[in-house]
T-cell receptor, first 114, second 113 residues
Framework: QQQVKQSPQSLIVQKGGIPIINCAYE??????FPWYQQFPGKGPALLIA?????SEKKEGRFTISFNKSAKQFSLHIMDSQPGDSATYFC?????????????FGKGTHLIIQP | SQTIHQWPATLVQPVGSPLSLECTVE??????LYWYRQAAGRGLQLLFY??????ISSEVPQNLSASRPQDRQFILSSKKLLLSDSGFYLC????????????FGSGTRLTVV
């Protein structure tokens, strides 16, 4: 599977700040880019996803920015809250390329300080 | 609505013992099913996936095997556990019609001692 590189590995932000997590991919066939949120001891949950035909998608306080030419996408969390503290994974897949699953980034451990 | 069940939630097993983790999906038919492992370093590693009954694809050669005896049942097994098999095991499913929106189970924390 092609790699998805995620940064930073960990991030500490004060409440109300805007944490930004970045991901870069190599495979130009990727056409679906989800973000997952995982709390300790739980399975990852789909947070928000984007397809390459748009440059930005917002759902509540979460925004994905997508740059197709640079093969990069990022997650922004507006007005961050302590409850947003979790591990975040970006992922990518080629929907027409078979059923072999998402390619995940290595995750970002986010802490929102009160 | 679709739900995914995974059990047990935690498991402590001695080295050399067998393993069987089960995952079932409700509310859908012919799902794609996946087993992932998450090591302490947070990354998610795809172990196996299945597009139908009896169809298993392995991504990583290892001490584990998977089976799909029924449409919505996915089992992860080992004949003899190794210390390195410890980790957080996650089952996931997605629709075969549109391979998006993977839904994960709640996971099994396996500790091999």
């Amino acid at each position: 599977q092609q790699q998805v590189k995620q940064s930073p590995q960990s991030l500490i932000v004060q409440k109300g700040g805007i944490p930004i997590i970045n991901c870069a991919y190599e495979n130009t066939a990727f056409d679906y880019f989800p973000w997952y949120q995982q709390f300790p001891g739980k399975g990852p949950a789909l947070l928000i996803a984007i397809r390459p035909d748009v440059s930005e998608k917002k759902e509540g306080r979460f925004t994905i920015s997508f740059n197709k030419s640079a093969k990069q996408f990022s997650l922004h969390i507006m007005d961050s809250q302590p409850g947003d503290s979790a591990t975040y994974f970006c992922a990518a897949t080629d929907q027409g390329g078979g059923a072999d699953g998402l390619t995940f980034g290595k995750g970002t451990h986010l802490i929102i300080q009160p | 609505s679709q739900t995914i069940h995974q059990w047990p939630a935690t498991l402590v097993q001695p080295v050399g013992s067998p393993l069987s983790l089960e995952c079932t999906v409700e509310g859908t038919s012919n799902p794609n099913l996946y087993w992932y492992r998450q090591a302490a370093g947070r990354g998610l590693q795809l172990l196996f996936y299945s597009v139908g009954i009896g169809q298993i694809s392995s991504e990583v050669p290892q001490n584990l095997s998977a089976s799909r005896p029924q449409d919505r049942q996915f089992i992860l097994s080992s004949k003899k556990l190794l210390l390195s098999d410890s980790g957080f095991y996650l089952c996931a499913w997605t629709s075969t019609r549109e391979m998006v929106g993977y839904t994960f189970g709640s996971g099994t924390r396996l500790t091999v001692v």
